[in-house]
């Protein structure tokens, strides 16, 4: 199965872009990566999921090189209310057995 | 468009006892899954439900099981409840063609306690 490596912890200031890089070396050539947004006492919140090169929405962007060996969540601009734990995610070859881990604990600071 | 609901939002057990906790999907989605989140750890993959059959389950005992009905509702039941149970139980909804089922709605939690 494929798993997952994020950092344990990150600090930014608002106004500032946060990048947080997963690390995924064995995921399948048709494999998805998913990331996701949790606040304290609440379900995750879908953020944004991607195959491979670029994909840009409203919130976020995520870059995949082409090895896909690991991908990085870009916020723009992030403010106070950005604090939270990011997950990321890669698909498990069909069995949609997804395996959040543990996270990326995001403290932005004023 | 309602969002994921899941009920009770707490519950106090005590161990041995037997806890069933229900969830709704958003209206279109066929797909429910359930995981579990102990105080400060990750989510844990429990249970993927999808059109009324047991599509998958993680790495937990027999003791935990479930079933979707045909409204897609599903319910979670966790027998024999220990203490290392206790823990905020998510449902979460999706619709199951393609891309669509990585792109879960998570419901607000059920926060089990055993003592």
């Known amino acids: 199965l494929a798993k997952t490596t994020q950092p344990i912890s990150m600090d930014s200031y608002e106004g500032q872009e946060v990048n947080i890089t997963c690390s995924h070396n064995n995921i399948a050539t048709n494999d998805y990566i998913t990331w996701y947004q949790q606040f304290p006492s609440q379900g995750p919140r879908f953020i944004i999921q991607g195959y491979k090169t670029k994909v840009t929405n409203e919130v976020a962007s995520l870059f995949i090189p082409a090895d896909r060996k690991s991908s990085t969540l870009s916020l723009p601009r992030v403010s106070l209310s950005d604090t939270a734990v990011y997950y990321c995610l890669a698909d498990q070859s069909g069995t949609y057995k997804y395996i959040f881990g543990t996270g990326t604990r995001l403290k932005v600071l004023a | 468009e309602a969002g994921v609901t899941q009920s009770p939002t707490h519950l106090i057990k005590t161990r041995g006892q037997q806890v069933t906790l229900r969830c709704s999907p958003i209206?279109?989605?066929?797909?429910v899954y359930w995981y579990q989140q102990a105080l400060g750890l990750g989510l844990q993959f429990l249970l993927w439900?999808?059109?009324?059959?047991?599509?998958n389950r993680g790495n937990f005992p027999p003791r935990f099981s479930g079933r979707q009905f045909p409204n897609y509702s599903s319910e979670l039941n966790v027998n024999a409840l220990e203490l290392e149970d206790s823990a905020l139980y998510l449902c979460?909804?999706?619709?199951?063609?393609?891309?669509?089922?990585?792109?879960?709605?998570f419901g607000p939690g059920t926060r089990l306690t055993v003592t």
């Open positions: 979460a909804s999706s619709r199951r063609t393609g891309g669509d089922v990585r792109e879960q709605y």
């Open positions: 209206s279109g989605h066929t797909s």
């Open positions: 439900y999808d059109e009324g059959e047991e599509r």
